[in-house]
């Protein structure tokens, strides 16, 4: 009958020993390793919790101003979709500084960095606008761009409604956002004026992930129907 022995009856050569003092070093640092990997976890979570508290909390100070009623209904469609609340606080930031500093330290958090071009649509039209106006447009272009690259998917995916069309609220909030800021300036624009000026901004913004976003509707498709690429084949 095969039994089983207990650490007090092993006796170990001298060989055997030092393979079980390497393994046990080994055990030690692979134990210290993970415990840094878990508080570090836990710590990145905790900064997580943190940063989308700091989110919240500044888009609740921003709907409890009735200076900004009119954008409620559109940011509650927004968040319905559920679009990320950075990116609509990225929406916002041109007009509310806190929302503006919220963004500004999940983009420190994040560490991104983009080479961003000056807007064509900046370059190209829109020479009545002071230095100063269009560097505060071109700040905003930059954010929106720079949150976009942190989750294309996740926000993308949020606001298309298909393929080919994003969900007409995100150009509505941009376009009364560009209102509130050129009201800021002294300029009265209406609205309908401003709007195919915040379709290019839009455009700017989300066309450069449009592969992305095929590759991810092309997923979906195959997850949809599974069988669709072999019935092509046969």
Same mark, same amino acid.
Request: charged share 30%; net charge negative.
């Given at each position: 009958?095969?039994?089983?022995?207990?650490?007090?009856?092993?006796?170990?050569?001298?060989?055997?020993?030092?393979?079980?003092?390497?393994?046990?070093?080994?055990?030690?640092?692979?134990?210290?390793?993970?415990?840094?990997?878990?508080?570090?976890?836990?710590?990145?979570?905790?900064?997580?919790?943190?940063?989308?508290?700091?989110?919240?909390?500044?888009?609740?100070?921003?709907?409890?101003?009735?200076?900004?009623?009119?954008?409620?209904?559109?940011?509650?469609?927004?968040?319905?979709?559920?679009?990320?609340?950075?990116?609509?606080?990225?929406?916002?930031?041109?007009?509310?500084?806190?929302?503006?500093?919220?963004?500004?330290?999940?983009?420190?958090?994040?560490?991104?960095? %983009?080479?961003?071009?000056?807007?064509?649509?900046?370059?190209?039209?829109?020479? &009545? %606008?002071?230095?100063?106006?269009?560097?505060?447009?071109? %700040?905003?272009?930059?954010?929106?761009?720079?949150?976009?690259?942190?989750?294309? @998917?996740?926000?993308?995916?949020?606001?298309?409604?298909?393929?080919?069309?994003?969900?007409?609220?995100?150009?509505? %909030?941009?376009?009364?956002?560009?209102? &509130?800021?050129?009201?800021?300036?002294?300029?009265?624009?209406?609205?309908?004026?401003?709007?195919?000026?915040?379709?290019?901004?839009?455009?700017?913004?989300?066309?450069?992930?449009?592969?992305?976003?095929?590759?991810?509707?092309?997923?979906?498709?195959?997850?949809?129907?599974?069988?669709?690429?072999? @019935?092509?084949?046969?």
């Amino acid at each position: 009958m095969q039994g089983f022995s207990g650490p007090e009856s092993a006796t170990p050569d001298e060989g055997t020993g030092h393979v079980s003092e390497q393994a046990s070093e080994q055990a030690r640092e692979q134990f210290a390793a993970g415990a840094a990997q878990s508080k570090q976890m836990a710590r990145d979570e905790k900064k997580a919790r943190k940063r989308d508290d700091r989110v919240a909390a500044t888009i609740r100070q921003f709907l409890s101003d009735e200076h900004y009623a009119h954008f409620f209904q559109l940011i509650s469609r927004l968040a319905a979709r559920d679009c990320p609340s950075v990116f609509i606080l990225a929406i916002l930031s041109l007009i509310h500084p806190p929302s503006r500093e919220a963004v500004e330290e999940y983009i420190v958090e994040h560490k991104i960095v %983009l080479d961003l071009p000056e807007s064509r649509i900046l370059r190209d039209g829109q020479n &009545d %606008l002071s230095p100063e106006v269009r560097n505060e447009l071109f %700040l905003w272009i930059g954010r929106l761009s720079l949150v976009m690259t942190t989750d294309t @998917e996740k926000i993308l995916s949020k606001l298309m409604v298909d393929e080919d069309n994003i969900d007409g609220t995100v150009l509505q %909030l941009s376009t009364f956002v560009l209102v &509130d800021f050129f009201e800021q300036q002294k300029m009265l624009i209406p609205f309908e004026e401003l709007q195919p000026l915040t379709i290019k901004i839009l455009q700017d913004v989300i066309e450069p992930h449009m592969e992305t976003m095929e590759q991810y509707f092309a997923r979906i498709r195959e997850e949809q129907n599974p069988n669709q690429e072999e @019935e092509k084949d046969e």
